[in-house]
């Protein structure tokens, strides 16, 4: 009688037990529901689409390592909210930023951010191509004496586009210097925009592909309004030649990843080709 007593009461113990486990299981799943955004939901191109009724987002930040942060900013295309990729460098001697924010009230968020943040100066910008999600902010450095570098071909478009003069170096000196960070710029062909560059961190082994590299849960191509369908994935696939070592990948849009990003972009230009 004592032993099935026993008994009863280990097995009562041990299904409190699970039924304890399950309870903290559901209710973190629930916290984790709760605590996503109503108005964020799924976009083909792994874009954050928000919904109609939401408003441009703040700027957010994400550390990719210490001396590497993605600046996320989001803009309007076609009548939505997407959000968008750019990187602030941190060297010996100040922060190199690649492309500015979407919005010009996102890249004032930027340099608020900066000096709040690292208590350093901007010492220049590049911009990867003329598009609006990667220079919209493009005045407000110059207006902050703050040096924009380009290829001659980005300076040429952004120049008919309205969006900015920059200082077209970038086809000469496809090496620059700030302090102890070292930044390369590859151009690799006519992809997602005739004027499309990547920039390789070698410090870090860091790549930003910007907008020629698609996140890994992209779907399609994204905007394709000035882009070479023929070309993009011959320009993609010098970009992994030429970087085999890049530990991490930086889309213009999406999640940043691995050199599996560059792949799953050829796949998806495989499949749109065929």
Request: with cysteine; proline share 4%; net charge neutral.
């Amino acid at each position: 009688m004592v032993m099935w007593f026993v008994k009863t009461k280990a097995i009562q113990i041990s299904f409190l037990g699970i039924y304890f486990l399950l309870g903290v299981f559901v209710s973190g799943c629930q916290r984790q529901i709760v605590s996503e955004s109503p108005n964020q939901v799924t976009f083909p191109g792994s874009i954050t689409k928000l919904s109609e009724n939401s408003s441009p987002q703040h700027l957010e930040w994400i550390k990719i390592k210490e001396t590497v942060w993605i600046h996320k900013s989001f803009g309007n295309f076609l009548g939505k909210t997407y959000e968008s990729n750019g990187l602030v460098v941190l060297s010996s001697r100040g922060v190199v930023v690649i492309d500015t924010p979407w919005t010009e009230s996102q890249t004032e968020e930027l340099f608020e951010g900066i000096k709040t943040k690292f208590q350093k100066e901007i010492l220049f910008l590049i911009v990867t191509h003329a598009h609006d999600d990667r220079m919209a902010g493009v005045t407000q450095f110059q207006n902050r004496n703050i040096p924009v570098y380009s290829t001659s071909l980005t300076s040429k478009l952004a120049k008919e586009k309205g969006l900015g003069k920059t200082n077209p170096i970038l086809d000469l000196q496809t090496r620059v210097s700030a302090g102890n960070v070292s930044v390369e710029i590859f151009f690799p062909g006519h992809g997602h925009s005739p004027d499309n560059i990547v920039v390789w961190l070698p410090n870090t082994h860091i790549l930003f592909g910007g907008c020629l590299v698609k996140a890994i849960d992209a779907t399609d191509l994204g905007n394709v309004k000035d882009a070479n369908l023929l070309e993009w994935e011959n320009a993609v696939k010098r970009v992994l030649s030429r970087y085999p070592d890049a530990e991490v990948v930086v889309p213009g849009h999406g999640n940043w990843g691995k050199l599996d990003l560059l792949r799953h972009t050829i796949r998806l230009l495989v499949s749109t080709n065929h």
